[in-house]
C-alpha cells in the first residue's frame, strides 16, 4: 500500500527529510564537477608546464565569470515563462547536462602542445565549464529561498547542503591521489581527464534525483503591490550593494573560498615535498572534516538557541585562532609536525563547520532582507553576484597565491621534488593563507552581516504580515 503524502495548509508535500536529502544531493552534484578545481593549479603547472602563465590565464577568465554570473541570474529573474515545476528547477536540469562534459574540458592533456594552444584550450574549457555551472548553481543556491520559509527549515536545508558539499569534495579528496599519482608522487594528467567525466556523469544522476524530490513551497513571483516596476538589472545591483547581510555573507564566503581554494595547490607541495607523502594528503583532509560532519546534525538547534549570526562569528574566531597554530612548526619535519598540522587543520575545520552549516541559510535570509527593504525578492541576481564574488575569490585567490608560490621558489617542472626550503616556505604560505581566510570570515560574519537573531526575527514577521495582506489579483501563482 503506497505511504499517504503530508501535505500542508496550502497543500504542499510538508517539509521533512526528502527535501534536506534531495537538497543535499544538489551540492553533491555540483561539487563533483567543482571539487576537481583544486586540482587545476597542479594539472597546469605540474602536467601542462604553464606555471605563472596559469596565474594569468586565471585571472583572463574571471572577466567572463564577471559577465556570466550576474547575467545568467538577471535573465533567470527576468524569466517570467510559466513552466512544468519551477523555472529554477528547468535551469538547474540544463546546466546538469553541460556539466558531464564541462567539468573535462578543463583537463585536456595536450602536456607537448605550443604555448598558445595551451591558452586557448584552458580558456576554451573554462569557459564552457563556468557557463553551465552558473546555470545549474545559481538556481541552486536561490532555490533554499523558496523551499521554506521556516527559519529552522532553512538551517536544516543549510546544513545539508553541507553535507553535500563534504561529500562531493570528500570522494575525490580521497580517492584522487590514489589515482592521479605515480610512486613518486608526480602527476598522471591523462586520468584526471577520464576522472573528470565520471565524476560529470555521477554529478547529473545526483541533480536527477534532486530535482524529482524537490517540493516548491514558496511562490517566487509574489509581488507586495500592483505597480511593481519592470525588473532592471542595473537596480538590482545596487540593491545588492545596500544589503549589508548579503555583502556580509559574501565576504565570509570569499575569505573562506581564498583559504580553500587559495591554499590547495600549496597543501599540495607540502604533501609531495615537506611530509613526502601526497597520497595521504586526501586522508588527512578528511580527518580535518570530522568536525563538519560532527556539527551538521546540531546546526539546527543550535541556530534555534543562539542564531545563525551569532554562531557563525564563534565559528570564525576558532577558525582565526587555528589558523595561528599552524605557524608552529618543529625542526626537521619529525612526527611531531604531522600531528600539529592535523590537530590545527581540525579545530580550523571546526570553526569553517560552524559557518558553512548556516552559510546558505544566511543567504536565503539575506535574500528575504532584500525584500523587506525594497519589496522585490531578486533571487537570481542576489545569488548570482554572490557567487561570482565566490568564484572571484575561486579564480583571483589561487593565482595570487601561486605567484607568491613562484616568489618562494616553487618549480612546477619538479613535481614532488621541490627543494626542502621551497616545501619549508609552503608550510608557511598555507599558514598565512588560512589565517587571512579567517580573517575575512570574522569580517563578514561579525563586523558587516547585521541579521542577528533579533532583527531576523523582525524581519519574518513583517514579511509575513505583508504577504498576508496581499490579494489574489497581486499573486502571480506559477504551476
Not at 563538519?292 to 582565526?320: D, H, N, Q, W
Request: hydrophobic share 50%.
Amino acid at each position: 500500500m503506497k505511504k499517504e503524502v503530508k501535505l500542508d495548509a496550502n497543500g504542499k508535500r510538508k517539509f521533512g527529510m526528502r527535501d534536506c536529502l534531495a537538497y543535499a544531493a544538489g551540492d553533491l552534484g555540483c561539487n563533483m564537477s567543482f571539487a576537481l578545481k583544486g586540482t587545476m593549479a597542479i594539472f597546469w603547472t605540474q602536467f601542462m608546464g604553464m606555471d605563472l602563465w596559469y596565474s594569468l590565464l586565471l585571472i583572463i577568465v574571471q572577466v567572463w565569470d564577471a559577465i556570466n554570473d550576474p547575467l545568467i541570474g538577471s535573465l533567470i529573474d527576468a524569466d517570467k515563462r510559466k513552466y512544468k515545476r519551477n523555472k529554477f528547477l528547468q535551469y538547474i536540469f540544463i546546466g546538469s547536462i553541460g556539466l558531464i562534459i564541462g567539468g573535462a574540458c578543463c583537463f585536456l592533456p595536450f602536456p607537448n602542445a605550443p604555448v598558445w594552444a595551451k591558452f586557448i584550450i584552458f580558456i576554451a574549457g573554462y569557459v564552457v565549464w563556468d557557463a553551465f555551472y552558473t546555470i545549474a548553481n545559481v538556481p541552486y543556491g536561490s532555490l533554499l529561498s523558496l523551499i521554506s520559509t521556516d527559519v529552522k527549515d532553512r538551517a536544516s536545508l543549510s546544513a545539508w547542503r553541507s553535507v553535500g558539499s563534504i561529500f562531493g569534495n570528500m570522494l575525490p579528496m580521497v580517492l584522487l591521489p590514489f589515482l592521479i599519482y605515480d610512486a613518486n608522487n608526480n602527476l598522471i594528467g591523462e586520468r584526471v581527464f577520464f576522472a573528470a567525466l565520471i565524476m560529470g556523469a555521477f554529478g547529473f544522476l545526483c541533480f536527477l534525483f534532486m530535482i524529482k524530490n524537490t517540493e516548491v513551497r514558496v511562490d517566487e513571483n509574489i509581488t507586495l503591490n500592483e505597480e511593481t516596476p519592470k525588473f532592471n538589472v542595473f537596480k538590482a545591483i545596487g540593491n545588492f550593494i545596500k544589503n549589508r547581510p548579503a555583502v556580509g555573507a559574501t565576504v565570509a564566503a570569499m575569505g573562506m573560498f581564498i583559504g580553500m581554494q587559495g591554499a590547495t595547490t600549496a597543501v599540495t607541495v607540502i604533501f609531495q615535498s615537506y611530509f613526502k607523502n601526497v597520497q595521504i594528503s586526501g586522508i588527512v583532509q578528511l580527518f580535518a572534516m570530522i568536525p563538519i560532519v560532527a556539527f551538521t546534525p546540531l546546526a539546527r538547534k543550535m541556530v534555534a538557541k543562539y542564531g545563525k549570526k551569532e554562531l557563525a562569528t564563534f565559528g570564525s574566531i576558532v577558525s582565526v585562532v587555528a589558523a595561528a597554530g599552524l605557524f608552529i612548526i618543529t625542526p626537521s619535519n619529525t612526527g611531531l609536525d604531522l600531528i600539529l598540522y592535523v590537530v590545527f587543520q581540525l579545530f580550523y575545520s571546526l570553526g569553517l563547520g560552524i559557518y558553512s552549516t548556516v552559510s546558505w541559510a544566511m543567504m536565503g535570509d539575506a535574500i528575504d532582507y532584500n525584500e523587506w527593504k525594497t519589496g522585490t525578492r531578486e533571487e537570481g541576481t542576489v545569488y548570482s553576484l554572490h557567487s561570482f564574488f565566490r568564484k572571484l575569490a575561486q579564480g583571483v585567490g589561487p593565482a595570487l597565491i601561486l605567484v607568491v608560490m613562484v616568489a618562494l621558489g616553487y618549480d612546477g617542472k619538479m613535481q614532488g621534488n621541490q627543494l626542502w626550503e621551497v616545501a619549508i616556505n609552503m608550510r608557511y604560505l598555507v599558514a598565512g593563507t588560512f589565517l587571512l581566510s579567517a580573517l575575512l570570515q570574522f569580517l563578514g560574519l561579525g563586523v558587516i552581516y547585521n541579521l542577528d537573531k533579533k532583527t531576523l526575527a523582525k524581519m519574518n514577521e513583517e514579511l509575513e504580515a505583508k504577504k498576508e495582506v496581499a490579494t489574489p489579483s497581486e499573486v502571480v501563482a506559477e504551476n
